[in-house]
């Protein structure tokens, strides 16, 4: 399995060291918070954030299901440093040297995935991969990057969608799309750039 660009993880880790440990992130996105909001889990959901970050909607989920089991994933050490001292002692964290190493299936109720694919050398792989540990019953809330965004960001992105592109890449991954939609617009500060991303709530299609 191939795994994250070397000189990505790199960035990432040097901009939650430098920059986000005195400023961190921590207001969850507004279209993700629309997506898990119209979700029906079951009682004590157990929880995966993979590429957490320093918890920006890990703090939503804990607000959202405050009897949910947690586990939040990154490969930055520095963002996990930042995720624990917010919210340590509220969810189980782990580093991964590698986006394939998580061990099982049919875990999980729920897993985010927000702002990551866009990084990886192997998307499909990798979504593949999170079909596997989400329960039959469970749910994927996903993001991709649209090809229109122009966003300046910490690491160079090795991928980016269209609308058609974004949905076939989850559909041959077996899942079924319940909801979808799109955020487009232009951020104007620090700097003026265009922002354009694709979401998604997903869930298992068929076998594969």
């Known amino acids: 399995m191939t795994n994250m660009n070397k000189s990505v993880e790199d960035s990432w880790e040097h901009g939650y060291k430098d920059i986000r440990t005195k ?23 157990k929880i995966l954030d993979f590429g957490c970050g320093e918890g920006r909607n890990t703090r939503f989920l804990i607000e959202k299901f405050n009897d949910g089991q947690f586990l939040c994933v990154d490969k930055s050490e520095s963002a996990l440093q930042i995720l624990n001292a917010l919210y340590g002692d509220l969810v189980d964290s782990r ?18 995935c927000w702002g990551v694919c866009h ?14 540990l989400m329960k039959s019953s469970g749910y994927l809330v996903i993001s991709l990057k649209g090809e229109t965004d122009a966003r300046p960001q910490m690491a160079e992105s090795l991928h980016c969608w269209t609308e058609v592109s974004a949905e076939n890449l989850i559909e041959r991954c077996g899942f079924r799309i319940t909801e979808s ?5 232009v951020r104007r500060f620090p700097a003026k750039a265009s922002w354009h991303n694709y979401w998604f709530a997903v869930t298992s299609a068929k076998e594969i």
């Open 95 to 112: 580093r991964l040297s590698n986006e394939f190493e998580l061990e099982g299936t049919c875990q999980y109720d729920l897993i985010i």
């Open 181 to 185: 939609g799109s955020s487009l617009g």
């Open 23 to 45: 400023d961190p992130f921590v207001w969850p996105d507004v279209d993700l918070i629309r997506l898990v909001s119209h979700l029906s889990l079951p009682d004590r959901p």
């Open 119 to 132: 990084y990886l050398d192997d998307p499909e792989a990798f979504l593949r991969k999170l079909r596997l």
